[in-house]
């Protein structure tokens, strides 16, 4: 232990946490007389890991148990890889074993004569092979608060002094913990911050609270479903047209688990750029320009994650998230550290999840690994008994919003609600009224309906008026040929075809490609004729 002051001296120089942890282990796993040196950190228990562990019935507390963060040693007798984390001591109870009852106690332990058969051995074969003679551990200790255990198994005897040299490599590691831990919490807090503010900008129409509002024989069969599946640590799968209340269902659903004191995380899956999932979802590596990208599941860690619009990721998304929830751990890009996966997953999409995994447009395996518990939610024209109730709630929000307290609901206005077959379902609904409220005098009393444009009688568009991907294509492909053929071919500048078009010049480039058309002809008149500018 004659290193510890050169071992203090360059953890002052680390710039991450995990440096500072990879160099104590390999430092003190290195000395002569140490056979492993391994690093536990205190965290709070995952309910989808509790249940598998070893120690599960001798655990005190099954909140709160240490988990292998860093490991490094070397063995007499094989070529075993002693860094792996993944090991049958990967975790460990609180007060079970020597590292459990560290941490338990707060206590510093050191163990002179090691023998196979002390009560507190949890592999005594792994003692007498390796001839492990002497035991250090110290709590990491910060502010009173037992925080991991830093642990080392020696093959030749102690002195007293090297605990206390111990002691000090571990509190030095504390209190970077500490301070790291307090940042991350912060970084957290923000980027769940920014989390929530992007859902809200990309699902501002989106229903309030309400969508579960009403006493109809579909929505309580859903609210009775969300009841006895909410405490049930598994995915759910939820589909329902658009406007029906999605992102409601999975929030109630959060708010009844076992996970409601955690963050609910809300990610909208059309909105996040395929060259950024990675980083988005599992989080980078802190570099020298800045620090540690906060992902998706750490954001939503101990809490739910929503995945609103699964549907739209691509085929090599899909997979990525499919090794996810198969292996329960992600990694960082820039780590290779592997971090368990603590948050519970809630999926959505408004189109047919059977017909796309026929269509080889989405994963089988992925599909059912997140549908273990459907729910559909009914569409609006299917429970038109609960229309008066959620009218007369939105007419009130808003009277008290515009300030409009004359403002009724009659009934000549609700049967004209009830003639409409509502395509865009609750949202619409709420939008109707906003716009009839908005467009009430101020000494009005009776809402206008045809002030808020609704077509009554109206249905969902007719089909003839629904143009397929292809005719969409066509149509795109068309437009361009003709703005092209406008501007002699001429794709830049002011009198080009993209400054018709308003896009840019290399957008149209790549849709040209897209569609097979030549840009050859465009590329040349970019740099070719002078003559162009001087034109007015």
Not at 299 to 311: C, K, P, S
Request: aromatic fraction near 6%; charge should be positive; include cysteine.
């Amino acid at each position: 232990m004659q290193d510890v002051q050169h071992l203090l001296l360059e953890m002052a120089r680390c710039r991450t946490l995990e440096e500072i942890f990879d160099l104590v282990a390999s430092t003190l796993g290195c000395l002569p007389d140490v056979a492993l040196c391994r690093i536990w950190l205190q965290e709070q228990a995952d309910p989808a890991l509790c249940s598998n562990c070893r120690q599960f019935y001798d655990c005190r507390d099954h909140r709160h148990c240490l988990r292998l963060v860093v490991s490094a040693g070397r063995s007499l007798v094989s070529d075993a890889d002693w860094t792996q984390l993944d090991g049958t001591h990967r975790r460990f109870a609180l007060g079970c074993g020597k590292v459990g009852l560290i941490a338990a106690s707060g206590e510093a332990f050191h163990v002179s004569d090691v023998s196979p058969d002390m009560p507190w051995v949890t592999d005594p074969d792994w003692i007498a092979r390796e001839q492990i003679r002497d035991f250090l551990g110290q709590p990491l200790l910060y502010r009173g608060e037992v925080l991991g255990v830093l642990a080392l198994f020696c093959r030749a005897p102690q002195s007293p002094q090297a605990l206390n040299q111990l002691r000090l490599v571990a509190d030095y590691l504390a209190v970077s913990l500490a301070n790291a831990q307090s940042f991350a919490e912060l970084r957290r807090l923000q980027r769940r911050l920014e989390l929530e503010n992007s859902y809200l900008r990309n699902d501002s129409g989106a229903p309030s609270g309400d969508v579960l509002l009403g006493e109809s024989p579909a929505l309580r069969a859903l609210r009775e479903r969300i009841g006895q599946i909410a405490c049930a640590d598994v995915p759910v799968f939820i589909t329902g047209e658009s406007g029906t209340g999605k992102s409601i269902v999975a929030a109630t659903i959060h708010n009844q688990s076992l996970a409601a004191g955690g963050p609910l995380v809300k990610v909208h899956c059309a909105a996040i750029a395929p060259d950024r999932f990675s980083r988005e979802f599992f989080g980078a590596a802190p570099t020298a320009d800045g620090p540690a990208h906060i992902g998706f599941f750490e954001a939503a860690a101990l809490g739910t994650l929503f995945l609103a619009g699964i549907d739209a990721l691509s085929p090599p998304r899909q997979a990525s998230l499919l090794r996810t929830l198969q292996d329960r751990v992600y990694v960082r890009e820039g780590e290779s550290r592997p971090r368990p996966l603590r948050a519970r997953l809630i999926a959505a999409a408004g189109r047919d999840m059977q017909a796309l995994v026929r269509d080889k447009l989405f994963r089988e395996d992925l599909y059912y690994r997140l549908n273990v518990v459907p729910l559909v939610i009914p569409p609006l024209r299917e429970r038109l008994e609960d229309l008066p109730l959620l009218a007369a709630h939105f007419l009130e929000a808003f009277k008290s919003r515009f300030h409009k307290p004359r403002l009724r609901l009659s009934a000549a206005a609700l049967r004209t609600l009830r003639r409409y077959d509502w395509p865009g379902n609750v949202r619409e609904l709420k939008n109707v009224l906003l716009r009839a409220v908005l467009a009430a005098r101020d000494d009005a009393t009776d809402i206008d309906l045809s002030a808020a444009s609704l077509r009554t009688g109206a249905s969902l568009p007719r089909p003839d008026a629904i143009l397929t991907e292809s005719q969409m294509r066509a149509l795109q492909r068309n437009n361009i040929v003709a703005a092209l053929q406008y501007c002699n071919n001429r794709i830049y500048g002011p009198r080009g075809a993209a400054a018709l078009l308003q896009i840019n010049p290399t957008t149209l480039c790549s849709r040209m490609k897209k569609f097979g058309l030549p840009t050859d002809a465009g590329e040349k008149r970019r740099t070719g004729n002078p003559s162009d500018k001087q034109r007015p």
